[in-house]
């Protein structure tokens, strides 16, 4: 079964500064993608970026970069320009091409220290 | 809907007592899903439906749960006879369909407190 591994339960970075969330995974698929979810205070899960496993071109939204590293099988969030409304849980998120689920890393809070 | 819509936001009930979650998924998602987050914890897979098809049942944490979809749009998650390990937030999630792909979208969850 695919493992979603997020090693940092928590960080903090100061507005307007740059941090990177990391995660890992364990798979032996070769076609897959890869999310990094966001969960404020109000629960709801909002897509960030998403990442297919195919493309070598790493994914950008605006002040959100990804580095992916197929054959390290890691994928970190990289995110620019912190504001304070980036505080949140991160959640990283694996689903194969074939499967009908996403599985989920156990998550990062991230604080923005104004 | 615009989102998807999830009642109710909060619940508490009592040992021993079903309860209902509802979902309602963005109109035209024909895929839904039901996902389970302990406390400061990440998110379980619980069930998904294809249409009103749930195929495979396994991610249920144990007979008390069942799950229906109606139409090819509402669900319905039942906890019969509550225990406080099933406190936790429920989300549903919809997607245009299972290709995975496709962007899941979440609602905002019901929080369930058995005491």
């Known amino acids: 079964a695919q493992t979603v591994t997020q090693s940092q339960p928590e960080m903090s970075v100061q507005e307007a500064e740059t941090v990177t969330l990391s995660c890992t995974y364990d798979?032996?698929?070769?076609?897959?993608?890869l999310f990094w979810y966001k969960q404020p205070p109000s629960r709801q899960m909002i897509l960030v970026i998403r990442q297919e496993a195919y493309k070598q071109q790493n994914a950008t939204e605006n002040r959100f970069s990804v580095n992916f590293q197929k054959a390290a099988k890691s994928f970190s969030l990289k995110i620019s320009d912190s504001q304070l409304g980036d505080a949140a849980m991160y959640f990283c998120a694996y689903r194969s091409a074939d499967a009908n689920d996403m599985r989920f890393g156990a998550g990062t809070r991230l604080t923005v220290k104004p | 809907g615009a989102g998807v819509s999830q009642s109710p936001s909060n619940k508490v009930t009592e040992k021993g007592k079903d309860v209902e979650l509802r979902c309602d998924p963005i109109s035209g998602h024909t895929a839904l899903y039901w996902y389970r987050q302990s406390l400061g914890q990440g998110l379980e897979f619980l069930i998904y439906?294809?249409?009103?098809?749930?195929?495979?049942k396994s991610g249920l944490p144990s007979d008390r749960f069942s799950a229906e979809r109606t139409g090819g749009s509402v669900s319905t998650l039942t906890i019969q006879r509550t225990q406080q390990e099933d406190s936790a937030v429920y989300l549903c999630?919809?997607?245009?369909?299972?290709?995975?792909?496709?962007?899941?979208?979440f609602g905002e969850g019901s929080w369930l407190t058995v005491v």
């Open positions: 439906f294809q249409g009103n098809s749930a195929p495979d």
């Open positions: 999630a919809s997607s245009l369909g299972l290709f995975s792909g496709n962007t899941i979208y």
């Open positions: 798979t032996s698929e070769s076609d897959y993608y």
